[in-house]
């Protein structure tokens, strides 16, 4: 549209019937297009200049309606694919978090994790944001314009293929320098927000022994760190900006100086080295998103990269492809058990014990024994390194373990509430649940009387891991949980030992509703709350050393027998 414009401005003779012998330095087959475009638009305005530039005018400004109506569209789209897809990764990441075993967690900073479901996903948001117009539409707009060019001068245009391999070989290094420093950029995020969460965790330990000074100045380190890496990325992404634009007006410069030489001799007319020149103005600023793009891609690969590490993590306890339904009616049998870290090093060793159905075991023993390591194991949170745990004979490795892990119901020494009601808190994975059956529940576990003082009862907020709530409250409604899920083997892992003289007989009170009529099995280091247990099992560097009831392990004089000395010695 912009040469009829310029034939119709610089020509003296309005004729168009002379236009094809002024077409020098372009292909004849695109001269006799042209001619025929131009005698056409002449016969339309009917001979008069001013109405075929009128026309032309109003259809520069139609095209442009429609372009922006389309891009307007296309960008819609662009929005909707760009959030779905950030939306599935995430959904990914979390499920995926889901399913990885806890020994993951335990060698992986909750920060860093935080830092890829957030900053990283970020990169690759703002990478798609940028990339998918760029990289998809731009090449297809930066042929279109290379076509035309070809069309209106070669001879021009092969000067301006010359520059490519340059340009493609500068962004090709400063792109893979900037993916390198971006994805040591989120492992710096990460560490600077795994300190950040361990500092809320453990503020008050951090106030009492007076180290505020002493984590500012690891967190400052650790921020500095972070700073230096982040401004040598973002350096590095703004050179892509000033290095495209700095080729493509050198480029225009020396075109500059080629076409009008061309003009001068007569091998090019000036409308056609105008419009030219036009096309190729338009071809910079996609060449700038294009090699923009190109950076952010960079970015966003670094990201997509630590993700992925994540995504496709081994999930060590799967569930079978064929699984069986979990049923028990007789016993639950560990079988010469050995189980390892990934360190190699042992932590229980040729572990053999059967535990009737109704029985309540007691696991004691110094710290580091293995005890809770055991309870895990039975609770399927690892699998075992050697041997078998058999539910009724069948491996617990042949159940689904959602399936399997309805039957297990856990009262930790560390009460796990979520910021949320004390209703959902009680019925946690369980939607369908009454508030008779909720409060029937608090009430056997003593805990309906404090949660109805409480201002709004059942609907009270609970706070941060359950911060408005004492310990003793909190463990209450633990119990209350695990009452409702109404388990057919109940494990308690110190669930008394940090709390007060008051706040222990209410919650051995609600302990002995919880386990009466199931198999329990008992985590203690208090030795006089597991006295009447049918069995102790008393371990020491992951082995079972000692087995027997009370007065048994008592007349040994075994290590059972040590240990009770030197609690009646401590008290």
Not at 8 to 13: I, M, Q
Not at 416 to 438: C, R, W, Y
Not at 542 to 550: A, K, P, W
Request: proline fraction near 3%; charge should be neutral; charged fraction near 20%.
């Amino acid at each position: 549209m912009i040469m009829p414009v310029l034939r119709f401005l610089f020509s003296k003779d309005q004729n168009t019937a002379q236009l094809k012998s002024q077409a020098h330095g372009v292909g004849e087959w695109f001269a006799d297009v042209y001619e025929g475009f131009l005698l056409w638009f002449s016969e339309l305005a009917k001979g008069e200049p001013y109405k075929a530039l009128a026309y032309l005018s109003i259809a520069l400004v139609i095209i442009t309606l429609f372009k922006n109506i389309s891009r307007f569209t296309a960008m819609n789209f662009m929005v909707l694919i760009r959030n779905r897809s950030v939306r599935k990764m995430r959904l990914e990441i979390y499920e995926k978090c889901l399913k990885l075993p806890i020994a993951y967690f335990n060698n992986e900073r909750k920060g860093d994790l935080i830092s890829r479901m957030s900053n990283d996903i970020k990169e690759i948001e703002f990478a798609l944001m940028v990339s998918l117009e760029a990289l998809y539409f731009q090449p297809l707009n930066i042929l279109i314009f290379l076509v035309a060019l070809i069309v209106l001068s070669a001879k021009l245009t092969l000067f301006i293929l010359l520059f490519l391999p340059l340009t493609a070989l500068i962004i090709g290094v400063i792109g893979r320098s900037l993916r390198k420093k971006s994805t040591r950029n989120q492992q710096l995020m990460g560490q600077v927000m795994s300190s950040f969460e361990e500092t809320l965790g453990g503020i008050r330990i951090i106030k009492a022994f007076n180290a505020s000074k002493f984590f500012y100045d690891r967190y400052s380190k650790q921020d500095q760190d972070y700073t230096r890496n982040n401004i040598s990325v973002q350096r590095r992404y703004d050179l892509s900006s000033p290095i495209s634009e700095t080729i493509g007006i050198t480029v225009s410069a020396v075109l500059l100086w080629l076409g009008g030489r061309m003009v001068f001799r007569n091998e090019l007319d000036p409308e056609f080295f105008l419009t030219y020149f036009a096309i190729f103005s338009q071809l910079i600023p996609p060449f700038k998103a294009f090699s923009n793009a190109l950076y952010a891609a960079q970015k966003g690969m670094a990201s997509l990269e630590r993700i992925q590490e994540l995504v496709t993590a081994p999930v060590t306890v799967e569930d079978p492809i064929s699984p069986v339904k979990p049923k028990f009616e007789s016993e639950l049998a560990l079988n010469g058990v050995g189980f390892e870290y990934n360190s190699g090093i042992s932590v229980i060793n040729h572990f053999n014990l059967t535990i009737k159905k109704g029985q309540t075991i007691a696991f004691v023993g110094p710290s580091g024994a293995g005890k809770t390591t055991v309870t895990d194991l039975i609770s399927r949170f690892y699998d075992v390194t050697h041997g078998s745990i058999t539910l009724d004979g069948q491996d617990i490795r042949n159940f689904n373990q959602d399936d399997y892990r309805r039957l297990i119901g856990i009262v930790s020494q560390e009460s796990v509430l979520f910021n949320d009601t004390v209703k959902n808190n009680i019925a946690l994975g369980l939607p369908n649940l009454s508030q008779t059956e909720i409060e029937s529940a608090a009430t056997a576990a003593y805990a309906h009387e404090f949660i109805m003082e409480m201002e709004l009862g059942y609907d009270t907020l609970v706070g941060e891991r359950g911060g408005k709530l004492s310990g003793g409250q909190r463990q209450r409604l633990s119990i209350a949980r695990a009452l409702l899920k109404n388990p057919e083997i109940l494990i308690l892992d110190e669930a008394t030992s940090a709390l007060d003289s008051q706040s222990e007989k209410a919650v051995q009170m609600a302990l002995e509703t919880l386990m009466k009529d199931r198999t329990s099995l008992i985590i203690a280091h208090r030795l006089s709350t597991v006295m009447h247990a049918d069995l102790i099992v008393v371990m020491d560097r992951g082995r079972i050393v000692e087995t027997g009831t009370h007065q048994e392990l008592v007349a040994k004089q075994g290590l059972y027998n040590s240990l009770i000395q030197l609690q009646e010695l401590g008290s």
